[in-house]
């Protein structure tokens, strides 16, 4: 079983183009399960014996966490390994094909107002250290593009297009979009680029931490909380919290629900369609607040 584990794994990197915090939650999942069911050399032929074992897994996962978003994300690493396993002919049938899971509940998306964000956005002042204009040029891009915080991470200088606004991002699956980005965060950029003396033949990470190296998402998330303790601020906030406010600003203006699917990378558009409760609650606000008669 470890064998087709790190075959799995291979697979996932290698053709999905899963990330790295995928593949550890992945690698985490798999060796939970190895560990109820305490036999390594389990036999993948008794196809009954493994549909029992995910049905007391899933009972255990259920008692033992309290969050169902919790336990569908476990199960659902299993299911894309049984059926990787079918894939390879190891197994006949995957065991999840015969099993009725609880769906996820759908929180509507935390976000900031375009007054909040503004507020955050101003923090910057206007010194020429390259770790504050790099700071400006992440989050304005952040905020300006609805990139997912890997996608920005993942950003090489060669993905953008700064002449006409724009830049290229990979998601999920290694697909990739073309994102228009604000005037604001385009000249930040090429301050930011300027500032730190990178030549015009320069391919390599755009945003870089303090040794030369790549930002990591956890420096992302690092820059934001101490930019927080800088504003007026008194909400928490998260890289997906600021593509979550792009979404639902550019709804409030009244941009189609497709356009923003796209521009948001999103697979369907059921997922994007979250965000309408956000902007129909706006429109109702509005209309209490105009009507005469409200």
């Known amino acids: 079983m470890d064998l087709w584990i790190r075959r799995f794994i291979l697979f996932m990197r290698a053709e999905r183009a899963a990330s790295s915090h995928t593949i550890l939650a992945y690698q985490n999942d798999l060796k939970e399960f190895i560990q109820f069911v305490k036999k390594p050399s389990l036999s993948l032929a008794n196809f009954r014996e493994l549909r029992l074992l995910v049905r007391e897994y899933w009972v255990k996962l259920s008692k033992k966490h309290s969050q169902i978003s919790t336990v569908l994300r476990k199960l659902a690493t299993l299911r894309s390994f049984f059926k990787f396993l079918v894939k390879e002919e190891l197994l006949a049938n995957n065991p999840f094909n015969y099993l009725v899971f609880p769906k996820k509940d759908k929180h509507l998306p935390h976000f900031l107002t375009e007054n909040e964000m503004g507020s955050f956005l101003s923090v910057f002042d206007t010194s020429s250290h390259r770790f504050k204009l790099r700071d400006k040029s992440l989050m304005e891009l952040l905020y ?18 700064l002449w006409n606004g724009m830049v290229r991002a990979f998601g999920k699956g290694n697909k990739e979009r073309l994102v228009p980005m604000g005037q604001i965060a385009t ?11 990178r030549t015009d033949t320069y391919k390599g990470a755009l945003f870089l931490n303090g040794f030369g190296k790549r930002l990591s998402t956890r420096g992302i998330r690092k820059i934001i909380l101490r930019l927080l303790k800088k504003s007026t601020l008194h909400k928490n906030l998260t890289p997906h919290m600021m593509r979550h406010s792009f979404a ?24 994007t369609q979250l965000y309408t409760h956000t902007s129909i609650e706006n429109l109702k606000q509005t209309y ?6 409200a």
């Open 144 to 161: 300006s593009s609805g990139l997912r915080v890997q996608e920005l991470v993942n950003l090489n200088v060669e993905d953008l297009d």
């Open 187 to 197: 000249h930040a950029i090429e301050d930011y680029l300027r500032e730190s003396k």
């Open 248 to 271: 639902t600003h550019l709804l409030n203006k009244g941009c189609d629900l497709r356009i923003v699917q796209e521009l948001l990378g999103h697979k369907s558009l059921t997922t």
């Open 288 to 293: 209490l607040k105009a009507h005469p008669r």
